[in-house]
């Protein structure tokens, strides 16, 4: 029995990995496989059946793993992004939750036949929006700061609360407090209660971490288990209330200036990829056939209901007066996906519900899978569109960003430029930048400061390259923006000749661009040897071959995308390709300067008028 229940544990874990990386390749979000993946292990196969297989242990080790999920967010909650969406995100709490929890219980009353209990109860959960969905949605939709951190904020604050909200109504509706007045009082007293012991448990924390009380291996294994313990004690003062305590656990150690913070989030982050992908994965294969036989169409009317008409009013009365446009209203009006606490708490309540005589929330789980599908899909496919046509979010350019303003990745820059790719020059010494020549953006000051991610959205670059001459420094930018970038897109110059004994290890350092040798001292002499940036456009059927002595540097495709060339990989331009090339005098001589491509039409059209005037031509000629 023990090791058919750790085939299972392992089984579940490689169908979520599994899951988000099909997701990664395929730009789809994760949610949708991973849901599909325990349907699969569970329903349909009939491997996994997690009432069965975890008994009474599955309830708390959900509400754990939420808990953990929740703190993760909180990390993430910085008091300067509050300044600049403090009054969106007050408002949507404050006035925008409880106008969706009430139109949402009349809905589900008139449109999917709930009684008026269970019908509180749904409109309660289903304020609830998903940081575990919402976030992947931001990183891919390139949306602008304000409009991202109003949907992040609201999406780690909807979470407990909502769950905390939901608790009130069901614990209120099933217990059948005499007096609303003395029941309202103690929930509260509970929720305030839990809010002060995780800002508590914060404070005491980053109070022994700045007194060195704890080792700096055993910071991660700590906060872990401080999370347990919060999130324990939270639920024993209130129920549910952990959700807040672990909620705000975590937003207080954002704000206390913590040493390493990144590092404690990074290994938060990866926890909780593992975590979300095992959640939605057994939540799924806890689905039956009965449970989807209930989805009729009162609940696909009030689905319809709750997202195109329920969340646009809501959010459009809870903002009215802040002076906030149109377009950012109305796109906060639509984007918000249900995640994995909406599915968690109702697998809590659903059962227990019936238990107390309401058959009817035996909908519930197959309700909140529901609106979970229904909201990620629509959403996940139409937030980039959405922001792109209201304004709101990047285009899908392919932005470069080049830390160290040299005359040679200035030129880079400027070739880069040329060929129609959004790129930023940065130099933490504003006068490396007026001396050398570009005509690109540049920001002058420390990349790696708050500053930067205020002023340059650093989200939105998805190539780096550390130019500067200090190897060290170049590894230091590399390493820190491979963590978000990806090691694949994070390059550095090769280090210099001198330095080679003392080079940092592999992983603490970006991908070498171009390769060993050509190190910035190298790079800068050939320019002043007159070296230029070239564009080679590799014609459709021909055979691929690159001038000799040319230093082929990066690859754009006909779709747009660059790819950069790295030691550590392999250099294959295709047809169709354009590659940049760096070439000495006489090569660059028989080569052509670095243009945007014309597009497929105008070259279609180039190739119209060269074949009319060839027959205008021979017309002529014969007679």
């Not at 639509?334 to 009817?360: H, K």
């Not at 005098?585 to 105008?602: I, M, N």
Request: hydrophobic share 50%.
């Amino acid at each position: 029995m023990e090791h058919l229940l750790l085939g299972k544990l392992a089984l579940i874990g490689a169908v979520g990995i599994t899951a988000q990386w099909l997701a990664w390749r395929l730009h789809l979000p994760a949610v949708i496989l991973l849901t599909a993946g325990g349907v699969l292990i569970g329903p349909v196969a009939g491997v996994v059946q997690p009432h069965a297989d975890f008994g009474e242990l599955l309830r708390p080790l959900v509400g754990l793993a939420v808990a953990v999920i929740l703190f993760e967010g909180g990390l993430s909650l910085e008091r300067e992004e509050l300044k600049q969406v403090g009054s969106t995100v007050k408002r949507i709490l404050l006035l925008g939750v409880p106008i969706t929890g009430l139109l949402a219980a009349l809905a589900a009353h008139l449109l999917a036949g709930f009684s008026w209990p269970v019908a509180f109860v749904v409109g309660a959960l289903l304020v609830i929006t998903g940081p575990t969905v919402v976030i992947p949605l931001l990183r891919q939709a390139k949306l602008d700061r304000e409009t991202a951190r109003s949907l992040k904020w609201e999406g780690i604050l909807n979470d407990p609360l909502g769950a905390i909200l939901a608790v009130l109504v069901f614990e209120y509706l099933v217990q059948q407090a005499t007096s609303p007045g003395a029941f309202l009082l103690h929930a509260v007293g509970g929720v305030l209660a839990a809010a002060g012991l995780g800002l508590a448990v914060a404070w005491g924390f980053a109070w022994a971490t700045r007194r060195g009380e704890i080792a700096e291996f055993l910071k991660a294994p700590v906060l872990t288990g401080l999370v347990g313990v919060v999130y324990a004690a939270g639920n024993w003062l209130q129920a549910e209330g952990g959700l807040i305590a672990v909620t705000l656990f975590g937003a207080g150690l954002a704000n206390l200036g913590l040493a390493n913070l990144d590092q404690l989030r990074r290994f938060k982050e990866y926890v909780g990829v593992l975590l979300i992908s095992g959640l939605f994965v057994v939540l799924a294969a806890t689905l039956e056939p009965s449970m989807v036989r209930q989805v009729d169409w009162g609940l696909a009317a009030f689905v319809a209901v709750l997202l195109v008409v329920i969340r646009p009013v809501a959010v459009m009365l809870a903002t009215v007066g802040l002076g906030i446009s149109f377009k950012r209203r109305l796109f906060l009006g639509w984007i918000a996906p249900r995640g994995i606490v909406c599915v968690a708490v109702a697998g809590v309540f659903g059962p227990r519900l019936v238990e107390q005589g309401y058959p009817q929330a035996d909908a519930l789980v197959p309700l909140a899978f529901l609106v979970v599908f229904v909201t990620v899909v629509l959403h996940g496919s139409t937030v980039g569109w959405l922001g792109r046509r209201l304004g709101l979010a990047a285009g899908p350019e392919h932005d470069v960003l080049i830390v160290g303003a040299t005359p040679w990745s200035a030129a880079l820059a400027d070739a880069l430029h040329r060929i129609g790719l959004p790129v930023v020059l940065a130099d933490p010494n504003p006068h490396h930048l007026t001396i050398v020549e570009t005509h690109v953006p540049t920001f002058a000051g420390e990349i790696l400061s708050e500053q930067a991610e205020q002023r340059l959205d650093l989200a939105r670059f998805e190539h780096v390259i550390a130019a500067t001459d200090s190897d060290s420094y170049n590894a230091l930018v590399a390493s820190q923006f491979a963590l978000e970038q990806g090691i694949d897109r994070t390059f550095q110059l090769a280090s210099h000749p001198e330095a080679a004994p003392s080079q940092l290890r592999p992983e603490a350092r970006g991908r070498v661009l171009v390769g060993d040798g050509y190190d910035s001292d190298w790079l800068d002499t050939r320019l002043r040897e007159g070296w230029q940036f070239r564009c080679l456009r590799l014609a459709r059927g021909a055979v691929i071959k690159l001038p000799e002595q040319a230093v082929p540097v990066a690859v754009l495709e006909p779709s747009g995308e660059v790819w950069f060339r790295a030691k550590e990989r392999g250099f294959r331009p295709g047809t169709g390709d354009t590659v940049i090339l760096f070439a000495p005098p006489d090569v660059a001589a028989t080569l052509e300067p670095c243009g945007k491509p014309k597009s497929a039409r105008a070259q279609r059209a180039e190739q119209r008028a060269a074949n009319k005037a060839a027959r205008a031509a021979n017309a002529t000629g014969g007679r």
